[in-house]
């Protein structure tokens, strides 16, 4: 399996702009977790789904944010509008079910800088 | 509430050296899980172990080593004979377990900084 994959690697966008995060899980994975990562509050989880169900989302910062998982293979995290403080690496991750316990897979993250 | 404390910000360390990366955790739950995960300057995460709150004991893999001790709720990992590849952020991390197995919805530490100089 390829792993969790992000896109884009990279994102550079201005102030005010809508923003889109893409997250393709492992195949499998039933669970998908959307994490960020800041100087000032380090890793932080912002939402999680469960067989494509949102389950917890009071990481969300506010309604700004908003993340979706349509099908088993595919999560969005959009911001809109972003802002300057909205930069930061954003993390997505992938796990399998319950009984099967591991480690949450991560992807490679984006990084994202609004100017 | 949990969580968990990493109060080494950073640590410098000329190669060959051992060196321990200090976790402490907080949790109300019997059950639960505890994680390392390296973060080198690429910036990705990669996973390093997991433990269960039921399994105190130590582990080594190569020149790590993890020390597991619920009486005073740490996790510390050593790294024997440190390589400049070793430089990297670490994390600890906590799961909370919930049905029968674990959500892996992690709380991680801020992380501990380790430059291994040549």
């Known amino acids: 399996d390829a792993g969790v994959i992000q896109s884009p690697r990279h994102e550079v966008t201005e102030m005010g702009q809508e923003v889109t995060l893409r997250c393709k899980p492992i195949s499998g994975h039933d669970y998908l977790f959307w994490y960020r990562q800041t100087m000032m509050r380090g890793l932080e989880l912002l939402i999680y789904f469960n067989n494509n169900v949102p389950i917890d989302d009071s990481g969300m910062p506010e309604d700004r944010f908003s993340a979706k998982m349509p099908n088993a293979s595919f999560s969005t995290l959009k911001i809109q509008p972003s802002e300057p403080r909205d930069s930061a690496v954003y993390f997505c991750?992938?796990?399998?079910?319950?009984?099967?316990?591991?480690?949450?897979?991560f992807g490679q993250g984006t990084r994202l800088t609004v100017v | 509430a949990q969580k968990v404390t990493q109060a080494q910000t950073e640590i410098s360390v000329v190669e060959k050296e051992d060196v321990t990366l200090d976790c402490v955790y907080e949790t109300r739950d019997t059950t639960y899980y505890l994680f390392w995960y390296k973060q080198p300057p690429s910036g990705e995460l990669v996973f390093l172990i997991r433990r269960n709150s039921f399994d105190e004991q130590n582990e080594i893999s190569g020149r790590y080593s993890w020390n597991f001790q619920k009486s005073t709720s740490s996790f510390n990992f050593t790294i024997t004979a440190s390589q400049v590849v070793d430089s990297a952020v670490y994390f600890c991390?906590?799961?909370?377990?919930?049905?029968?197995?674990?959500?892996?919805?992690?709380?991680f530490g801020t992380g501990t900084l380790l430059a291994v100089q040549p």
């Open positions: 991390a906590l799961s909370e377990a919930k049905y029968g197995g674990a959500t892996n919805k992690l709380i």
């Open positions: 991750a992938s796990t399998p079910g319950r009984g099967r316990n591991t480690e949450a897979f």
